[in-house]
């Protein structure tokens, strides 16, 4: 299990998250003059140098969204000018997009963290340009809810690309758009005028998510182990019944494809935050808001719980827990992990998700008193990203497109490149695993320096 260092500060990390942007401020450049835009969107490295891989355009926001980190992190204006050019010039069609649940991923990644940055002052005050960013963001929540499965009358979710019968661990993660869309003062207009409260849809996703793609160990079917998370949940539109729970990227329905796991820890614990800032009243028809607080938080200490007992000790996780090939690495959860081992590989894009996660929900339970508890996740979080702010998972070759190493995207379809004499994927990285390793890295230094911190939603 990860094996936390106690006594880790965020000002510890000070020299590791500058040397990140020092080698994340290259690699930026070098994808900027190289990519030809024609051939879609970079998703993954192969040999050091970004592809694109059609399954869906979920990672522009995180090509574009990296340059505006990085002038977050460093103050150099050139990546704002890359990362708000490239937001006005390219991501529009993300906006309508009605076929995917990524509107998160792609347009918080960009609309929503140039909206934050002019609303905490770090780039002037154009009242043009506030309003742009927000009618993007508008259309971005009303657009994501409105691509809807409703299971009764206070319950649905926003399904995958997959289609209607799909719930997808990942997209809790897309709540956000919903959230900030709602604190906009938006609605979804449906038929005959009704609006829909966006607030209500993204707590009706949540506890949709809750109930069917985690598990709490209480029985729901042989492999219910606490905080053990499904992929994805499968439904019969016709009556809204639950039938069974899949995987796309994981390696069964009955085990834990940790990315999967990632994103509902991280996606919780900010929604956690998000919650604590609204006012009582902001849930009226929707239940309470000290009830949707113990849910959230029931969800994000569980699958903490189970990363922290099911990851090596420095912190990065195999893809899957049920991977058959661990069975060949022994006592892997004993010693740290092992990216170029030849059975199983590592995603160490899972880990820098996860860390966030790990942050977030301490702080919230270091914020309500809870101090022992809220500590332990927030070191266990701080220990991850210590690991993955040094090689082997830093990458130092400037050569290499990538920032954050040892990803992986789709093992079952073998996606991902195995490099010559090796037996697994390793080495290479993906446009997620980057931008998450960059948010990691400026939440780390925010805290650190004293700065605002970071979030997803406005004051």
Known sequence: MLKTDPALTAQALLPAVRRLFELSAA????????????????VFTVSGEYTSRGWTEWTQGFQFGAAILQFDATGDERFLKIGRDATVQRMASHLTHVGVHDHGFNNVSTYGNLLRLMREGRI????????????????????????????????????????????????????RALALAHQLGHV?????????SLLGRLLQHAEATARFNVYFGQGRDAYDVRGRVAHESIFNVSDGAY??????QGYSPFTTWTRGLAWILCGYAEQLEFVSALPENAFEGFGDKTRTFARFLEVATATADFFVANTPTDGVPYWDTGAPGLVHLGDYLAR?????NDHEPVDSSAAAISAQGLIRLGNVLVARGQGDAGRAYRQAGLTVARTLFAEPYLSTDPAHEGLLLHTVYHRPNGWDHVPPGRKIP??????????????????????????????FFLD
């Open 243 to 248: 039938r069974c729970p899949s995987s796309q």
């Open 124 to 175: 002037p005050e154009e009242a043009w340009q506030s309003r742009f960013y927000e009618v993007a963001l508008k259309v971005s929540g009303a657009v994501q809810a409105a691509r809807w499965t409703r299971l009764g009358p206070d319950l649905g979710y926003v399904c995958s690309f997959n289609g209607p019968h799909s719930l997808f661990a990942d997209t809790i993660r897309s709540m």
């Open 426 to 455: 390793c080495g290479e990285s993906a446009m997620w695993g980057d931008y998450h390793a960059r948010e990691l890295a400026l939440l780390v230094q925010r805290e650190a320096a004293g700065g605002p911190y970071l979030k």
């Open 188 to 196: 979804l207009m449906a038929e005959g005028d009704r609006p829909v």
């Open 336 to 340: 740290g992990s092992e990216p170029f």
């Open 27 to 42: 690699k930026i450049d070098r994808l900027e003059r190289r990519w030809n835009a024609d051939a879609g969107t970079p």
